[in-house]
């Protein structure tokens, strides 16, 4: 199967294919995705590969996924292979076959991307002038890239424009994230106004609706940057920056309105939106009104199904509601649940072994309050699905067994919980009420928090 695709003698073989196989597969197929749709689902053979024959296909960029993804762009004739193991995704996966070069491009500069990014919260940190500078700097090594790929393989336009885009767009987003990541300056405003005058001259440039464009990552990540920098120029004058708040993602909603035109990312933007505040807001009057406003907007019935979803969630996980009673896994590989585990005023906080920092400092923070505020139960919840993976994490770090678990089934319980960040916290009483569903461990008022719980 696999050298069929690949062999240029091959001359049967004139259509156009995705192959390849999945090392450590955590499920029996994989998903091709386009535009933040399932365009398929391939089934793996029992040697974990797979063989897809496209059938009336639009060119371009598609995400190949298996619990991670990742882009691919895909040309009629292509015959791509991709070779992934799941234990190190990124770093493993490998493309080859005809048309696999401009796939190899692409995820070249998405690594480039995270090893950038390593070291950037400190970069944000330099004045204009430096700033600039540091990013002519990184745009030189990726041009440079990009010149020798291009004179290397002859290319479609159309894959051109997307190699400029994933060359370009990063730096974009991160001139339109500057002004709120750079420390020193309180005064965000002020501090947007004192910006050379030519410091926003690219988005001369930028098309906000390139349908060409939007799968590709740095697309993405530059307009939703470019959002949030819209969306707090309604209200600089009188809120200080604030990407959860009501009045932010309010402004928001009116900024993809405005600007977006392009029906399929409209929703992707609007989608995002919801998952933002819905999902961290206590302000029930606030949600009540986003959820209305996004519903006049969502055209797609898919997303409007998914942001009901989300609101219905939410709803359940207002405070003053009973905890839905989700199955845990104890470190014993006993079936337990929430319910029962609840004897006393009660912390969840949640954790996964793909964040390994994040695993570390909550849990650190985790014992100090257990040893300040002992009337509370802290309990750790691991939201990743591998059982092995889960209990070497938790005997190497030498947690406490009797206060880690593993949901039962780790999608749904986050669906159910609304978790879709893992500083989320919830906080209940003694008999599962929810006090607050959206509280962060990591916040320095969360001790004041605790202690009017108990004063109450």
Excluded at 7 to 26: A, D, F, M, R
Excluded at 68 to 85: A, C, F, K, T, Y
Excluded at 250 to 255: C, F, P, R, S, V
Excluded at 260 to 275: G, H, S, V
Aim: glycine share 2%; aromatic share 12%.
């Amino acid at each position: 199967m696999l050298t069929a695709c690949d062999s240029s003698k091959n001359k049967k073989t004139k259509g156009t294919y995705l192959g390849g196989e999945i090392v450590n597969p955590k499920s029996n197929y994989v998903l091709l995705e386009k535009n933040d749709k399932i365009v398929d689902s391939i089934p793996l053979d029992a040697n974990n590969r797979f063989l897809y024959e496209f059938k009336d296909f639009k060119p371009g960029l598609y995400r190949f996924a298996h619990r991670e993804h990742q882009l691919l762009h895909i040309e009629p004739g292509d015959s791509i292979m991709i070779r992934v193991n799941t234990l190190e995704f990124d770093e493993s996966l490998s493309f080859s076959g005809k048309g696999a070069e401009r796939s190899r491009f692409l995820i070249e500069m998405y690594l480039q991307w995270e090893l950038e990014n390593e070291r950037f919260t400190q970069y944000y940190q330099k004045e204009p002038k430096d700033f600039e500078n540091l990013l002519d700097s990184l745009y030189q090594v990726r041009s440079k890239r990009l010149d020798k790929f291009s004179q290397k393989y002859d290319v479609s336009e159309s894959f051109k424009e997307i190699a400029e885009a994933a060359v370009n767009y990063d730096n974009y987003q991160r001139k339109e994230s500057y002004p709120f990541s750079h420390y020193k300056k309180n005064d965000k405003l002020s501090f947007i106004q004192e910006l050379p005058s030519d410091f926003y001259r690219f988005r001369e440039s930028v098309n906000l609706n390139n349908e060409n464009l939007i799968d590709l990552y740095a697309y993405q990540r530059y307009i939703n940057a470019f959002l949030d920098h819209q969306a707090y120029k309604e209200y600089c004058q009188n809120r200080s920056y604030n990407t959860v708040s009501f009045i932010h993602n309010y402004h928001e909603i009116k900024a993809i309105d405005k600007f977006i035109t392009n029906p399929e990312l409209k929703d992707m933007k609007l989608l995002r939106t919801a998952t933002i505040f819905i999902a961290n807001s206590n302000d029930k009057k606030g949600v009540d009104e986003i959820f209305e406003l996004l519903s006049a907007s969502i055209t797609s019935p898919d997303v409007k199904r998914k942001v009901e979803k989300l609101y219905d969630s939410h709803k359940k996980m207002e405070a003053g509601n009973i905890i839905p009673d989700l199955m845990l896994i104890n470190a014993e590989q006993r079936m337990v649940t929430l319910s029962s585990r609840i004897r006393k005023p009660t912390v969840l906080y949640f954790w996964s072994y793909n964040n390994h920092m994040h695993l570390e400092e909550s849990h650190k923070k985790a014992k100090d309050l257990q040893s300040k505020y002992p009337e509370f139960n802290f309990i750790g919840i691991n939201v990743n699905d591998e059982n092995d993976k889960w209990v070497k994490h938790v005997r190497q770090h030498k947690f406490n067994a009797a206060k880690e678990y593993r949901f039962n089934n780790a999608r749904d319980a986050r669906i159910s919980l609304v978790i879709n960040d893992l500083s989320k916290t919830i906080v209940l009483d003694k008999n599962g009420k929810i006090l607050n569903s959206h509280a962060n461990i990591h916040r320095t008022d969360f001790e004041s928090e605790l202690l009017a719980y108990l004063n109450q």
